[in-house]
Nanobody
Framework: QVHLVESGGGEVPAGGSLRLSCSASGINFRLHPMKWYRQGPGKERELVASITGSGGTNYSDSVKDRFSISRDNVRNRVYLQLSSLKPEDTAVYYC?????????WGQGTRVTVSP
């Protein structure tokens, strides 16, 4: 069974930083692209960043110069480094992968950025 667990969220002032972590099991991790999504209050879920099994990355325009996604294929973890945080970054952040044509999600970790 695919199991994803996010951690590392919290409350931080504008301009601050956090590092989110996602631990994965139930997949051959190194072969799976991993993605981070977020869902802010009253907003739809949006893709934030993605990383291929070999380390290629992509970012949404809103975070491309502030966030960094990385992975550790030995420890089966993917990270999202959040820097220069803005209040509009406030959201629940979710880890995502695909197996057998289906998407799987973690429980999410909450990030709150105060003005």
């Amino acid at each position: 069974q695919v199991h994803l667990v996010e951690s590392g969220g919290g409350e931080v002032p504008a301009g601050g930083s956090l590092r989110l972590s996602c631990s994965a099991s139930g997949i051959n991790f190194r072969l799976h692209p991993m993605k981070w999504y977020r869902q802010g209050p009253g907003k739809e879920r949006e893709l934030v960043a993605s990383i291929t099994g070999s380390g290629g990355t992509n970012y949404s325009d809103s975070v491309k110069d502030r966030f960094s996604i990385s992975r550790d294929n030995v420890r089966n973890r993917v990270y999202l480094q959040l820097s220069s945080l803005k209040p509009e970054d406030t959201a629940v952040y979710y880890c995502n992968t695909i197996r057998g044509g289906l998407g799987f999600w973690g429980q999410g970790t909450r990030v709150t950025v105060s003005p």
